[in-house]
């Protein structure tokens, strides 16, 4: 077999491809085509454990959305930022090295070969890839070292749909201006043009459609409706800048997420947002952050750097004054790190400080190993006995001082039974830290905390609670993405493109 392909490229980042790429995914998975995602190159700290190691959360998505187990193969290079100037680098799930600005052609040559053996892999397996490009298609000062947009058009020989979000403004603009500084056989490849997240009255875009169509010689596709609280998780944290999540304006739950500079995995409290009676805000700023009853510090690409970044900013006086409150505090992976009592780098995996020290509140220790952990686990929360699936992703190997009480039994890692206690938590303190990711997808486990977090405040439980899975609340969001897609594409013309009658 030989699969089709279908790009999604954009005109700059977080315009929607990976949302498009998944609503086709979809919508080709519900007409009975095999189908995969695929993306050479992702850069974020936005990851996700499957068989084989990490890929980027989004490709995950996509192959759930698509019906599919995630595969390091949809994903094959990650890019996981840990300063302005350099990166880790993740080829077929594992990290491979450090990479600084400048060391491009190691790169290359390590990466190249193995992006092309993975969709050579996913081609010979199913009928159809959707692609995603990164960024925006007219990077022209990036063009030489390209390896996630033209060149992976060229090698799958695929058409090519660009995305524009309307909602960021100068959409016809935008549009016209990529298509225009696209070489010409780059633009020979462009077969439609779609403008996404589209609020109001399509007669209000006028005969702005026809005149780009006429300038760019190229057809638009479809004008794709904003749809919102879609409870997926998005590539990266783009999608936080300039918003809060407030959920309920009336809720009796305040959270906030302090949002590091190298913050990672922070769709783990995606489910809090969709809780009635929880309000969450990501927040930077710990001055003109509201009071809160329940403060998060989640996972982080560099432990130690955003632990400094947290004191010098005033994070840690804020955490002080939390706790007099009478606050809860979670921390997740690098935030359960930062909550013992030092975090021991003596290899040198993250810093050049062989110890510092962590926030106190946990009885707990990490020392950093250069071999990262990736695993899919089952767990119990010991307490309560609930159940959860979730997964591992860090290099610190945490160690529970005899005094700390163990959050979790992990029961499960990667299919082979095991029995490995995990975590630490004070009820009394109010205190509570894993490495797992994804504790709060379990819908009993996330209303049993929220309710203790209730009665810290004196309130009752909420007995109206759905205590719905989030599995399902993702599922419902692909098939109507799916239902977006299908009703404002001219899907027949997407199809053909992809050589599907």
Sequence with gaps: MSAKPLMVMGTASDVGKSVVVTALGRALHRKGLRVA?????????????CAGGEIGRAQAVQAQACGLEPD??????LLKPESEMGCQVVIRGRARFHMHAMDYERYRTEAWPEIQESYARLAREFEVIVIEGAGGAAEINLRHRDMVNWAIAEMADAPVLIVADIDKGGVFASLYGTVALLAAAERARVKGLIINKFRGDLRLLGDGLELLERKTGVPVVGVLPYLPDLRIPQEDSASLDGAAKPGNSDADITAGVVRFPRISNYTDFAPLEAEPDVRLHYLTDPQTAPELDLLI???SKSTIADLQWMRQVGWEDYLMRHRRRGGWTIGVCGGYQMLGTCIIDDLAVESKTPITAGLGLLEVETSFAREKITARVRATHLAWDVGLSGYEIHAGRVRRAAAAEPLLRITQREGVNTNELEGAWSPQERVMGTSVHGVFDAAPLRRRFIDLVRAAKGLAPRTESTLEDFTSVRERAYDLMA????RHLDMKTVMALAGIR
């Design 37 to 49: 995602p695929f993306k050479a190159q992702n850069m974020s700290n936005n990851a996700a454990v």
């Design 72 to 77: 390091v193969d949809m994903n094959p290079v």
């Design 297 to 299: 510090l989640p996972g």
């Design 483 to 486: 239902d977006a897609v299908e």
